[in-house]
């Protein structure tokens, strides 16, 4: 799912052609004839949580596309202005309506082919009683024996999720980088 070229110049209008600026730079990138601007496109950052109460996580069913009705750790895009860490946290209160402690980072998952990070955080709930917003079917709780592997909406989360259960079992969390082809 790539995002569409840029088409015109934000500054004044001018539709943009695509080619390595003459500043030194070694990327093709929109430039705007008229004005000279360039317009640099970057990945987007997805931000979210592994919310855990006691040995089980919580997982959101997907009332959005892509992927509706499947299982998805909370997370969405980062907004401008906010931190990483402040995304994660307002995702997992509008996805999941949930109550929690915000806890270490625990992984970055690069998924370069769609130009996206996602980035999660350890989240400790401070209640089983959740409420879910309009992007989610239901907010559960799972023992790593009960999550639905096969009905996981993203790779990402699955590799985290992986991750998460793995070091929940050596008693140690560490940080994780991951990247996805």
């Known amino acids: 799912m790539q995002r569409p070229p840029i088409k015109f110049c934000r500054e004044c209008g001018t539709s943009v052609v695509y080619r390595i600026p003459d500043d030194g730079d070694t990327k093709e990138r929109a430039v705007c004839p008229a004005c000279n601007t360039i317009h640099y496109e970057n990945p987007l950052n997805v931000v979210g949580t592994v919310p855990f109460w006691g040995d089980k996580v919580l997982l959101c069913k997907r009332n959005i596309e892509p992927r509706w009705g499947k299982w998805t750790l909370p997370a969405g895009f980062m907004e401008l202005n906010e931190t990483t860490l402040e ?95």
């Open 87 to 181: 995304g994660a946290a307002r995702e997992t209160l509008e996805e999941a309506g949930a109550q929690f402690e915000m806890l270490g980072f625990f992984s970055l998952v690069n998924v370069a082919r769609v130009s996206q990070v996602h980035l999660f955080y350890l989240a400790q709930l401070t209640s089983d009683q959740f409420a879910p917003g309009v992007e989610t079917i239901e907010a559960r709780l799972f023992l790593e024996s009960e999550i639905p592997w096969d009905e996981i909406a993203f790779r990402t989360t699955k590799e985290t999720l992986e991750r998460y259960f793995a070091d929940r079992r050596t008693g140690r969390f560490n940080i994780h980088h991951i990247d996805i082809a």
